[in-house]
């Protein structure tokens, strides 16, 4: 898949709570295929603070549009700039960059699973596994009710499951301790979210031989496998996240 | 049309806009982007004797204006470059450099001698500045005994074009400019990463596993400017600059002062493309202030 570089035009820029904003980017061409899992790097703007891009997985695609969303967190300045942007606007972006999930067997049961902003590739990954006649259960993980997002979205691709930490929608506690993982027996789970959540996740997936892949979101500078930055440990030594991953399969991961 | 092209003793350059060793990989990661074939040359990541593992995540802190990186030269080692990247880079129509870089001076020496006998590697660049390795790297580059060691005995078994990549670590870069020149390098090429730290006030920890690592990006061409230019004045051999150049602006600033040729690294992390932005820049300034040769703008400001 040849990667860009591109002036993409922001279509729109919706708040969705305090914390997270979700952007549609256009492109004057057509967009490139993207997989589920793939990420992008955009450039903020250039300020002295902002200085190296960020990362983003590619939330959603709508090809017929010419169109695709990033869901994205403002963690700091960069994406406090870039949650300014609006309407018309022009943002740089290097993509379509990294690996993808894997296709699962015919038949086979599948769980998404995500936290927080981790839920990012994987409105895109279920997209992506109906059009090719799957499935998948749908387990999302919340601090609270309010942080909630695309609930809706991501129900009409699949049986979701919620937990929230407080307890204030769906099951209390965090994802792993819902009690889907013990009533189903899942032959995959494709899990992103915070490190300690996936590393739970790994662990419920070994102790029940369950085929487990990740996406990481390690720090890095290129995204394009040069600056050897984001490296992860693996069975096959250190290996870049922006183009050996960013999904894993946990058995490549010294977890 | 502006005349670019230049060379080194007999190394000839198509261009004098270089890509930095640790930016670039090993070139076929910018195919994507351009034709890497039209820079003068690249300058590949470093190659040690042996498989290296690098340093522990996290590797990368951003900073004002730039960047810590504390890779740790991060490498499958000279088995694998000659078995399986050496046939890809040498079909790359440019100037295809080596950085090589050791724990011991006999691994430099080695390193040397294997990398001579490759026919599509016009030139190596001895990297005695790396700040991120326990052992040898900057050491070498530091201390002006080590410097001299290391530079007398590659330069007895290599033959071709050697150019010795300076460290800013230091209290007075020329001497070490002037040891390079006294034995025998071709050329050489500064500033490599200077030292820094930064600490993540949250965790309340250091940004870097290393505690330590390289800063590079536009907070260090002030510095880097400075080096190049008393380096320049002080050899006579070509002195290729770099550090922190983004833009053709960036770049000729080099020129000026003194610099034959130029390197762009950390820049290629934001802008793959960055470095024909900046060759194209160089030539429309030239063109603008009607000079038909790079070489009447070298070291422009001393005269």
């Known amino acids: 898949m040849t990667k860009r570089i591109e002036s993409l035009r922001v279509v729109e820029n919706k708040k969705i709570n305090k914390d997270y904003f979700l952007l549609r980017l256009t492109s004057q061409g057509k967009l490139p295929e993207m997989k589920p899992g793939q990420f992008v790097q955009v450039k903020v703007d250039g300020s002295p603070e902002?200085?190296?891009?960020?990362?983003?997985?590619?939330?959603?695609?709508?090809?017929?549009?010419?169109?695709?969303?990033?869901?994205?967190?403002?963690?700091?300045?960069?994406?406090?700039?870039?949650s300014r942007l609006s309407t018309g606007d022009s943002i740089n972006v290097i993509y379509p960059l990294g690996n993808s999930f894997s296709l699962p067997e015919k038949n086979e049961n599948i769980l998404l699973a995500g936290g927080g902003c981790g839920i990012a590739p994987l409105l895109f990954l279920a997209r992506y596994?109906?059009?090719?006649?799957?499935?998948?259960?749908?387990?999302?993980?919340?601090?609270?009710?309010?942080?909630?997002?695309?609930?809706?979205?991501?129900?009409a691709l699949g049986r979701i499951f919620l937990t929230t930490e407080d307890g204030s929608m769906g099951k209390k506690g965090f994802i792993t301790d819902h009690p889907v993982l013990t009533a189903n027996r899942y032959d995959v789970v494709y899990c992103c979210g915070p490190e300690p959540m996936m590393k739970a996740m790994a662990a419920y997936c070994r102790a029940n031989s369950v085929r487990c892949e990740v996406s990481l979101e390690n720090l890095m500078a290129c995204g394009i496998g040069v600056c050897l930055c984001c490296t992860v440990e693996t069975v096959r030594g250190n290996l870049c996240t922006c183009t050996e991953g960013p999904v894993f399969n946990i058995n490549d991961l010294k977890w | 049309m502006v005349k670019l092209d230049f060379n080194i003793n007999d190394l000839h350059f198509k261009n004098p806009v270089l890509a930095a060793s640790g930016t670039f990989g090993y070139g076929v990661e910018f195919r994507d982007f351009f034709d890497i074939s039209q820079l003068g040359g690249i300058v590949l990541k470093a190659t040690t004797l042996e498989v290296r593992e690098g340093n522990p995540y996290p590797r990368m802190a951003e900073t004002p204006a730039g960047m810590l990186n504390s890779v740790?030269?991060?490498?499958?080692?000279?088995?694998?470059?000659?078995?399986n990247i050496y046939p890809v880079v040498s079909e790359f129509n440019t100037n295809v450099i080596v950085n090589v870089n050791g724990s011991y001076v006999e691994d430099y020496v080695t390193l040397a001698g294997r990398i001579n006998a490759l026919e599509k590697i016009p030139a190596i660049e001895l990297n005695i500045s790396c700040p991120n390795v326990k052992k040898g790297g900057m050491i070498f580059g530091t201390d002006p005994k080590s410097a001299r060691e290391v530079i007398r005995e590659v330069r007895k078994v290599y033959s071709k074009q050697l150019i010795v990549k300076l460290s800013p670590n230091v209290t007075d870069i020329v001497e070490f400019a002037l040891i390079a020149e006294e034995e025998g390098a071709d050329s050489v090429s500064l500033i490599n990463t200077l030292l820094g730290m930064a600490v993540d006030v949250k965790r309340m920890k250091p940004s870097l596993a290393t505690v330590t690592g390289g800063l590079s990006g536009p907070a260090v061409k002030p510095v880097a400017l400075r080096m190049v230019w008393q380096v320049a004045k002080a050899v006579r051999i070509p002195v290729i600059g770099l550090g922190g150049i983004m833009n053709s602006r960036d770049a000729i600033e080099f020129f000026l002062a003194g610099a034959s040729a130029i390197q762009v690294g950390t820049a290629s992390f934001i802008n793959p493309a960055v470095t024909i932005d900046i060759l194209k820049g160089i030539e429309n300034y030239l063109n603008e202030k009607g000079f038909s040769d790079?070489?009447?703008?070298?070291?422009?400001?001393?005269n």
Not at chain 1, 132 to 151: A, C, H, K, Q, W
């Open chain 1, 50 to 82: 902002t200085f190296l891009r960020r990362p983003f997985s590619v939330h959603d695609v709508n090809y017929s549009g010419n169109t695709f969303r990033l869901l994205i967190q403002i963690a700091g300045k960069g994406t406090e700039t870039l």
């Open chain 2, 72 to 83: 740790g030269l991060q490498n499958k080692g000279i088995d694998h470059f000659e078995k």
């Open chain 1, 129 to 155: 596994l109906n059009e090719n006649g799957f499935t998948p259960d749908i387990l999302l993980g919340f601090r609270s009710s309010e942080r909630v997002m695309e609930y809706d979205e991501y129900a």
């Open chain 2, 294 to 302: 790079i070489r009447e703008i070298i070291g422009y400001i001393n």
